[in-house]
């Protein structure tokens, strides 16, 4: 349930141009989570919902 940060953390970073693609799961969350991020750039944000939770919060990101 990130509603309220999302958008403002989309658009600080969507124009930074080294980054092609943005790809955004919400993990089953509550609030405007989905729209927020939806509303920010689709050419580079893309939005993934998922209808559960299915994490336990550990977050792993690879850099290739």
Known sequence: NEGSRIKATLEGIVGIEEI???I????GS???TEAEAK????EKVKVFRLDKN???NNLI????
């Open 39 to 42: 509303s920010v750039d689709r």
């Open 24 to 27: 955004v799961v919400d993990d």
């Open 61 to 64: 990101l690879e850099k290739n």
């Open 20 to 22: 092609n693609e943005i």
């Open 30 to 32: 509550s609030d405007n």
């Open 54 to 56: 299915i994490t336990d």
